[in-house]
Protein backbone atom coordinates (compact mmCIF):
# COMPACT_ATOMS: atom_id res chain seq x y z
CA UNK A 1 0.00 0.00 0.00
CA UNK A 2 2.88 2.28 0.26
CA UNK A 3 2.49 3.03 -3.65
CA UNK A 4 -1.03 5.15 -2.43
CA UNK A 5 0.65 7.27 0.29
CA UNK A 6 3.33 9.51 -2.26
CA UNK A 7 3.25 12.79 -1.35
CA UNK A 8 0.89 14.17 -4.53
CA UNK A 9 -1.86 11.82 -3.12
CA UNK A 10 -1.41 12.89 0.19
CA UNK A 11 -1.18 16.57 -1.09
CA UNK A 12 -4.49 16.27 -2.13
CA UNK A 13 -6.09 14.48 0.10
CA UNK A 14 -5.07 17.49 2.82
CA UNK A 15 -5.72 20.12 0.83
CA UNK A 16 -9.86 19.14 -0.22
CA UNK A 17 -11.04 22.90 -1.43
CA UNK A 18 -15.00 23.53 -1.24
CA UNK A 19 -15.73 21.59 2.25
CA UNK A 20 -18.89 22.92 3.87
CA UNK A 21 -22.52 23.04 2.89
CA UNK A 22 -24.56 24.89 0.84
CA UNK A 23 -28.01 26.75 2.17
CA UNK A 24 -30.47 26.01 -0.49
CA UNK A 25 -28.83 24.36 -2.58
CA UNK A 26 -30.62 23.33 -6.34
CA UNK A 27 -28.82 19.76 -5.52
CA UNK A 28 -27.34 17.28 -3.37
CA UNK A 29 -26.17 14.11 -3.39
CA UNK A 30 -24.18 11.19 -1.44
CA UNK A 31 -22.63 8.15 -1.92
CA UNK A 32 -20.52 5.53 0.26
CA UNK A 33 -18.68 2.95 -0.11
CA UNK A 34 -19.19 -0.09 1.58
CA UNK A 35 -16.28 -1.74 1.64
CA UNK A 36 -14.27 0.63 3.52
CA UNK A 37 -16.62 2.61 5.13
CA UNK A 38 -16.03 6.54 3.11
CA UNK A 39 -19.03 8.79 2.30
CA UNK A 40 -19.02 11.77 0.37
CA UNK A 41 -22.40 14.02 0.72
CA UNK A 42 -21.99 17.50 -1.52
CA UNK A 43 -24.07 20.43 -2.70
CA UNK A 44 -24.43 22.43 -5.54
CA UNK A 45 -25.89 24.86 -7.82
CA UNK A 46 -26.48 24.55 -11.31
CA UNK A 47 -26.97 27.64 -14.21
CA UNK A 48 -27.24 26.89 -17.54
CA UNK A 49 -26.33 22.84 -17.47
CA UNK A 50 -22.76 23.71 -15.63
CA UNK A 51 -21.79 24.09 -11.97
CA UNK A 52 -21.78 27.69 -10.29
CA UNK A 53 -21.36 26.54 -7.19
CA UNK A 54 -19.79 23.50 -5.02
CA UNK A 55 -19.33 22.37 -1.40
CA UNK A 56 -18.76 18.72 0.21
CA UNK A 57 -18.29 17.13 3.36
CA UNK A 58 -15.87 14.25 2.80
CA UNK A 59 -15.55 11.40 5.61
CA UNK A 60 -13.14 8.91 3.50
CA UNK A 61 -10.04 7.13 3.48
CA UNK A 62 -6.96 8.21 2.10
CA UNK A 63 -8.04 7.96 -1.56
CA UNK A 64 -11.59 8.92 -1.11
CA UNK A 65 -10.41 12.32 0.11
CA UNK A 66 -7.59 12.38 -2.79
CA UNK A 67 -10.44 11.61 -5.09
CA UNK A 68 -12.85 14.57 -3.87
CA UNK A 69 -10.19 16.89 -3.88
CA UNK A 70 -9.48 16.04 -7.65
CA UNK A 71 -13.20 16.47 -8.25
CA UNK A 72 -13.31 19.66 -6.65
CA UNK A 73 -10.47 20.95 -8.28
CA UNK A 74 -12.37 21.10 -11.33
CA UNK A 75 -15.84 20.92 -10.99
CA UNK A 76 -16.94 24.23 -11.38
CA UNK A 77 -18.18 25.06 -14.76
CA UNK A 78 -18.71 21.47 -15.64
CA UNK A 79 -21.66 19.76 -17.20
CA UNK A 80 -23.29 16.53 -16.27
CA UNK A 81 -21.87 14.93 -19.48
CA UNK A 82 -18.32 16.09 -18.89
CA UNK A 83 -18.41 14.53 -15.22
CA UNK A 84 -20.10 11.00 -16.14
CA UNK A 85 -17.44 11.24 -18.87
CA UNK A 86 -14.58 11.56 -16.47
CA UNK A 87 -16.20 8.57 -14.05
CA UNK A 88 -15.95 6.32 -16.91
CA UNK A 89 -12.45 7.20 -18.16
CA UNK A 90 -11.47 6.72 -14.46
CA UNK A 91 -13.21 3.35 -13.93
CA UNK A 92 -11.76 2.17 -17.06
CA UNK A 93 -8.60 3.09 -15.81
CA UNK A 94 -8.65 1.28 -12.70
CA UNK A 95 -10.79 -1.52 -13.61
CA UNK A 96 -9.75 -2.65 -17.03
CA UNK A 97 -5.86 -1.00 -16.66
CA UNK A 98 -7.65 1.78 -19.59
CA UNK A 99 -5.75 5.31 -20.23
CA UNK A 100 -5.70 7.88 -17.49
CA UNK A 101 -7.76 11.17 -18.00
CA UNK A 102 -6.15 14.09 -19.74
CA UNK A 103 -6.20 17.65 -19.80
CA UNK A 104 -7.74 19.06 -16.66
CA UNK A 105 -8.27 15.52 -14.62
CA UNK A 106 -5.27 14.15 -15.53
CA UNK A 107 -4.36 14.01 -11.43
CA UNK A 108 -6.63 11.14 -11.21
CA UNK A 109 -3.41 9.44 -13.34
CA UNK A 110 -1.78 9.37 -9.94
CA UNK A 111 -3.98 6.76 -8.33
CA UNK A 112 -3.43 4.72 -10.99
CA UNK A 113 -1.66 1.89 -7.99
CA UNK A 114 -5.57 1.94 -7.43
CA UNK A 115 -5.32 -0.95 -9.74
CA UNK A 116 -3.53 -3.07 -7.20
CA UNK A 117 -6.40 -2.68 -4.58
CA UNK A 118 -9.50 -3.67 -6.42
CA UNK A 119 -11.11 -2.76 -2.93
CA UNK A 120 -10.22 0.94 -3.29
CA UNK A 121 -11.72 1.26 -6.45
CA UNK A 122 -15.05 1.96 -5.19
CA UNK A 123 -13.59 4.62 -3.10
CA UNK A 124 -12.06 6.31 -5.90
CA UNK A 125 -15.70 6.78 -7.85
CA UNK A 126 -17.56 7.96 -5.08
CA UNK A 127 -17.07 11.42 -5.37
CA UNK A 128 -18.47 11.02 -9.35
CA UNK A 129 -21.46 9.15 -8.20
CA UNK A 130 -22.68 11.77 -5.15
CA UNK A 131 -21.75 14.61 -7.57
CA UNK A 132 -23.90 12.94 -10.46
CA UNK A 133 -26.72 12.85 -8.41
CA UNK A 134 -26.91 16.48 -7.20
CA UNK A 135 -26.62 17.32 -10.35
CA UNK A 136 -29.61 15.08 -11.46
CA UNK A 137 -31.41 16.58 -8.59
CA UNK A 138 -30.63 20.13 -9.70
CA UNK A 139 -31.48 19.30 -12.84
CA UNK A 140 -34.96 18.04 -11.99
CA UNK A 141 -35.39 20.94 -10.08
CA UNK A 142 -34.89 23.63 -12.60
CA UNK A 143 -37.14 21.23 -14.88
CA UNK A 144 -39.97 21.17 -12.39
CA UNK A 145 -39.60 24.84 -11.82
CA UNK A 146 -40.01 25.86 -15.27
CA UNK A 147 -43.37 23.69 -15.81
Not at 92 to 118: C, D, F, H, S
Not at 122 to 131: G, K, N, Q
Amino acid sequence: MKELYTNEIMSFAAHIPHIGLIEGAQGSGSAHSRLCGSRINVWLNMEEGVVTEFSQEVKACLVGQASASMLSHNIIGCSRQEIAQTRETVRLMLEEEGTAPVGKWQAYELLIPVRNYKSRISTVLIAFDAVLDAMDMALENKEASNV
